[in-house]
Structures are given as structure tokens and as C-alpha cells.
């Protein structure tokens, strides 16, 4: 049966092979059961969003292991996915535009109708073959620097969880008292101990980090585990429970637009890059390529109507490919995994809760996102400002829409001012009007 559906032998590989492959994966990437509820269950300050940690990883769980499922039964690739990092803060910071504007429904509720609108528009983008067109409204340097600003944000909210730096007149400073608190001691502890596995390319060394740090948090008396093994606790479930008459308004559908490319560039870039690894490319195009992209697309739409972010492609897969894994059989192997870990949900619930232990895995995340800025092509002005803008934008307005906004609105203005308008597409320029349109008619009149 096996080999009638992976076809083992054509790919050079065994059952054994493809099972440890998928365990390495799933340790690389199992850092997302413990962060995804921290991130998604209050906002960037601190207060608490609607959505219970018990009913995040729930979500999490489910929608991760019925995605990774798909690309392994239906791509037959050792690809797995999870709610993406990056697309999480997104998500947050939508809810949170979502309360200050005032708009219909509970905030949490109209940021999973967003996802789910986004992820229907994914899937016909990818049954229309129209996936190209959207990877040419901007070019490969601002596709860069939306990873790269989304990457420092992450790493600055890091530092925040774990009280290295506060607020001040200056934005942020050094919080000198706090280095010597028992929250840095924790955060330095899982920081160091993942740096060092990394670059001693120990695999699941974001996940050891924070089962070291949470040792540390629970031998100090921050943590108290009361139990390992149980179903998730929540008084409110998460499922089923969208909203879309924000989507549908002018600032809703911004979002849907920026969820939806975020969503395609990550997915792509992530898809080839493993692949390639994995040799699976002929000629440079990936077999199954649409059937890749519709068990991403419809995760985003299922992960939504379960209650999480954005669904894609992890590009940890690259772990389990390194360890012999080639065919679908290493992604059904962490579908499973996915499955098995709701069973320890008091335990993961109890980690997310105290920030410091999560805090050292959103800086490493934030640091490895930040090597798309060597993508960047800083020679030429028209692409390095308005990439460095948009990097700039994303932590010092708070707000990753709004720092991807000022990008998109610059990068075809230095573009046309320098006699370049043949590179900039029709559908850049509606956007950035419809970007200012936006930003004039809304964000101005509140």
C-alpha cells in the first residue's frame, strides 16, 4: 500500500526512512504548539484578544495535521504546515485594527473571516493558474523585505515578552533592572541553548530551547504544570465562529489582500525550496506544483474555520529532507505527530502561558526571517529605499499592514519618477492608490 501510494522505490527511499524524516520535521516545527497560543490569545500589549490558548492549539492541532495530511496524501510531498509565522502577527494586528476602528463584531471573529476569505481567494487563484500575476505586483527585493520587516517585528516582540526592553520616550530602551530578573535569566537560558543546537544543526532545537527554558521557569517557581496529559481546556471554542462583514468592508479587503499575498509568496518560496532540496524539481518546475498549492490554500480555509491563522508551508520541512525524507509519507508521519500532541495540551497550554519561555524562539524565528535582506537589491535605489522603508515601517508604526503599506505606496512612485514605469505593473499602481485612498478616507477621518 505504501509503495502503490509514495512510491518508495522510485524515490530510493523506505517506510523507516520516510517515518524518522517526518519525526525530525516535526520536532524542527513543533515550536508553533507552544507559540501559536502565546501569540494569538493577546495582543502586542499585552491584553487578551477573545481567543482561549486551549482553543488556539486545538485549532492548531487539527488544522495543521489535516493540511500536512493533504500535501502528503494528495501532493505526495515531505512538506508539512502549520499556521505560519509572521502571518500569526499579521493576524493579531488586524484584530487589533479591527477594535480601534470600531467595526462590526467581535475582533477575533472578523480576523478569521479575513483568513477564510483569503484562503477561498488562494484556492481560485491557484484552479484559475493566475499565481504568477500576483507574484508580479511587486518584485523580488519588496517580496524580501515584507519577510525581513515581519522577521524584526517578531524578534522586537521577543524582546518585549521577555522585559529586555520596555517602553520609553525613545520608542524602547535597555530595561537595565530586568537583566538582572529571573524573566531575562529564562529567556537567556532558552536563547543560548538554541542558538548553540542550531548552529551545532541539532534538529528541534527551537523545541529543546523551550523545554530548557521551561525546566528554568518551573525550577524558579514562575510555572506550576499541574498536569501533562489531558484535552484542551477552553470555555469558548474557536470553531466556526467567523465573521464576514469586516472582510467585506474598504479596509477589510486591504487585509484580505495582504493575507492572501503573504500567503502565495511564503508558500512558493517554501515549495521550491524544499523540493530543490529534496531533488524533486524537473527541469526547475515542481511536479504536483497546483496540488501543493490547493492542500496550502485549502489549509488556510480550514484552519480558519477552526479558529487559527494562516496555514502554509513550513520551510522546516527542510530538516526532515536532510534526514532522507522525499515523498508524502514524511508529511502524513507529522499529520499524525499533529494529532498526538493534543493529548499534552495542559502541558503545551502551561509553557505558552509565561512569555520568557516562547520569548527566545520568536527572536531566533525573527533572526532567520531577517536573512532575506541579502534578496534585497540594495544597488539600485528604487528597490533598496523603498525595501528599507517597509522595513523600517513595520516595527516603528506597531503594525505590519501598515509598514508593508508604505512600501507599496513608494516603490512605484521612485520607480516612475526615475523613467521606469514598464517595471512596474497595472496592478501595483491600484493598489498604492488604493493604499492612500485608504489611509485618507479611514485611517485619517478616525
Known amino acids: 500500500m505504501f509503495e502503490r501510494i509514495f512510491r518508495l522505490t522510485d524515490h530510493d527511499t523506505t517506510i523507516l526512512r520516510e517515518i524518522l524524516a517526518g519525526i525530525t520535521t516535526f520536532l524542527t516545527m513543533s515550536y508553533i504548539l507552544v507559540v501559536q497560543p502565546n ?16 482553543a488556539i492549539l486545538l485549532a492548531t492541532c487539527l488544522a495543521s495535521a489535516l493540511a500536512t495530511g493533504a500535501m502528503g496524501l494528495y501532493a505526495r510531498l515531505p512538506v508539512a504546515l502549520a499556521p505560519g509565522m509572521g502571518q500569526n502577527f499579521f493576524f493579531v494586528s488586524v484584530m487589533m485594527a479591527m477594535s480601534s476602528q470600531q467595526l462590526p463584531g467581535e475582533p477575533w471573529q472578523a480576523a478569521l473571516g479575513i483568513v477564510f476569505v483569503s484562503g477561498i481567494l488562494f484556492v481560485g ?30 524578534a522586537f516582540i521577543g524582546l518585549q515578552n521577555a522585559k529586555i526592553v520596555v517602553a520609553a520616550p525613545t520608542l524602547v530602551s535597555l530595561n537595565a533592572p530586568g537583566l538582572l530578573s529571573v524573566d531575562s535569566a529564562i529567556f537567556w537560558t532558552g536563547f543560548l541553548t538554541i542558538l548553540v543546537l542550531k548552529v551545532r544543526g541539532v534538529p528541534g532545537s527551537m523545541l529543546i530551547g523551550i523545554a530548557v527554558a521551561a525546566t528554568a521557569a518551573w525550577a524558579s ?3 506550576s504544570i499541574d498536569r501533562v496529559f489531558g484535552w484542551p481546556e477552553f470555555s469558548q471554542h474557536a470553531a466556526l465562529q467567523l465573521d464576514f462583514r469586516a472582510a467585506f468592508t474598504f479596509s477589510g ?23 530543490q532540496q529534496a531533488r524533486l524539481l524537473k527541469d526547475g518546475q515542481l511536479p504536483r506544483m497546483r496540488e501543493a498549492m490547493l492542500a496550502d ?4 480555509v480550514v484552519g480558519a474555520c477552526l479558529g487559527t491563522s494562516t ?6 520541512s527542510v530538516a526532515g529532507v536532510e534526514q532522507g525524507g522525499r515523498t508524502g509519507l514524511t508529511a502524513v508521519t507529522v499529520a499524525v505527530l499533529f494529532l498526538m500532541a493534543i493529548g499534552f495540551s495542559p502541558l503545551i497550554v ?16 525573527g533572526a532567520m526571517m531577517f536573512c532575506g535582506v541579502q534578496s534585497i537589491d540594495w544597488s539600485d535605489e528604487t528597490e533598496a529605499v523603498p525595501a528599507f522603508l517597509l522595513i523600517l515601517g513595520i516595527p516603528i508604526f506597531f503594525s505590519i499592514a501598515d509598514g508593508i503599506a508604505l512600501g507599496l505606496i513608494v516603490w512605484p512612485i521612485l520607480k516612475i519618477v526615475r523613467g521606469r514605469r514598464a517595471e512596474v505593473p497595472t496592478a501595483s499602481l491600484v ?9 485618507v478616507a479611514v485611517r485619517v477621518h478616525i
Do not use: C, K, W
Open 431 to 439: 493598489i498604492a492608490a488604493v493604499i492612500v485612498v485608504y489611509f
Open 125 to 154: 487563484v491557484t484552479l484559475l493558474g493566475l499565481r504568477a500575476i500576483i507574484l508580479d505586483v511587486m518584485s523580488s527585493s519588496m517580496r524580501s523585505a515584507i519577510v525581513v520587516g515581519i522577521g524584526l517585528f517578531v
Open 350 to 365: 502551561s509553557l505558552g502561558g509565561y512569555a520568557p519561555i516562547t520569548a527566545p524562539a520568536l527572536v531566533v524565528v
Open 311 to 316: 496555514v502554509t508551508s513550513y520551510i522546516e
Open 39 to 54: 501569540v494569538l490569545s493577546q495582543d502586542f500589549l499585552g491584553n487578551p484578544t477573545g481567543l482561549e490558548p486551549g
Open 221 to 223: 517557581g514562575q510555572i
Open 253 to 275: 479587503m486591504s487585509y484580505v489582500a495582504v493575507f492572501l499575498f503573504m500567503d502565495i509568496f511564503d508558500t512558493t518560496g517554501t515549495l521550491i525550496g524544499v523540493s
Open 297 to 300: 490554500s485549502g489549509g488556510t
